[in-house]
C-alpha cells in the first residue's frame, strides 16, 4: 500500500509523513530529499541537475547518503532548498528521480512525500493527502526549524511556490482523489490521527 502526502514546502509533509509511517508500520520514502541532494551535487560541482541525475546515488534512511557520503545536514540548508527547487523543475532531472520513487514504491508499504506523488510518482495509491496551511504559518514553522527570519524564509517560500505550481513538468497541484487538509493550528498528533483514520478507512473497503 502506498499513501501518498503532498503539499507546498513547509506544510509539514516530511513531520506528517515521518510520524505516519511510524504510527502504521510502514516504510517512509522522502522523496524531496533525493531532490536536494542532486541539487547539492550540482553545486558542488559546478554543473546544471540535470547533467548529474542519473549518475548521483541517493540512500535514503535515517541518514541520507549521497554517493556514499552522509549529506543528512548539508540537504537542509536554505541553499540547499533553493537548489532543490531548481533541480525539480528540470525535466530531466524529475524523469531521472520519479523512474527510481517508482521502482521503490513497486512493492511494500509506503509512506511516501512529495509534491508530485499522488498526481505522477504513485497516482494510484491508496491513500492521497494534500497537505497545506497558511503561508504565515508555513514560514513560521520553516523558520523555527532552521533558525531563521520569518519575513526572510516567507518570500523564499513564495518564489518556491511560484516555481513549484508552475513549473512546465509536473506542477504541483491537487490530486482530483486527495483529501485536502489544512494543518494550520492542527498538532502533528491531530494530522497523524486524521491521515491514520483515512488509511484504516481504506483498509475496511
Not at 104 to 120: K, N, P, Q
Not at 153 to 167: G, M, N, P
Request: charged residues 25%; aromatic residues 2%; proline residues 3%.
Amino acid at each position: 500500500m502506498v499513501v501518498a502526502i503532498d503539499g507546498p514546502a513547509g506544510a509539514g509533509k516530511s513531520t506528517v509523513a515521518k510520524a505516519v509511517a511510524a504510527a502504521l508500520g510502514f516504510t517512509y520514502l522522502d522523496t524531496g530529499a533525493m531532490y536536494r541532494s542532486v541539487g547539492l551535487a550540482a553545486a558542488e560541482r559546478g554543473v546544471e541537475p540535470a547533467q548529474i541525475a542519473g549518475e548521483v546515488t541517493i540512500e535514503l534512511g535515517e541518514r541520507i547518503l549521497l554517493d556514499g557520503r552522509d549529506v543528512t545536514e548539508a540537504i537542509r540548508t536554505p541553499e540547499a532548498s533553493e537548489g532543490a527547487s531548481r533541480a525539480a523543475a528540470d525535466p530531466a532531472v524529475r524523469r531521472a528521480m520519479v523512474a527510481q520513487q517508482q521502482r521503490i514504491v513497486a512493492s511494500g508499504d509506503w509512506v511516501a512525500e512529495g509534491r508530485d506523488i499522488g498526481t505522477v510518482v504513485a497516482p494510484e495509491a491508496a491513500v492521497k493527502v494534500f497537505l497545506t496551511a497558511s503561508a504565515e504559518e508555513r514560514a513560521r514553522r520553516r523558520a523555527a526549524q532552521i533558525g531563521a527570519d520569518v519575513a526572510t524564509v516567507l518570500a523564499e517560500q513564495t518564489i518556491r511556490d511560484e516555481r513549484d505550481s508552475t513549473r512546465a513538468v509536473d506542477p504541483l497541484t491537487v490530486a482530483a482523489d486527495a483529501v485536502e487538509l489544512d494543518t494550520t493550528g492542527l498538532s502533528l498528533e491531530d494530522v497523524v490521527a486524521r491521515v491514520s483514520a483515512l488509511v484504516a478507512d481504506h483498509r475496511e473497503q
